[in-house]
């Protein structure tokens, strides 16, 4: 009786570890509207993807850049003489 009792209750615990290691994996891999978003490498404001400059940094990284930051880069760089 004991036994069964504490094979149940060992049953039940890891239904909910199962339940909540799924829950997590499907939190972290998909939250609707943030897999298009990516920070700006200079302000790290989060924007769509189709807002930024993409411009890849060796062979590996990439880096993106807002609007706004690459005015004020522009703006920067006019400056100079
Ligand atoms: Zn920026």
Redesign the pocket.
Known sequence: MTLSILAGLFLLFLVAIIFYGYGFVLKSSRRPGTENMEQ?S??R?SFNKRALVEREIGDYKLMY??K??ITSLHDAAARIH
């Open positions: 700006c200079l302000c404001n850049f807002c706004s930051c």
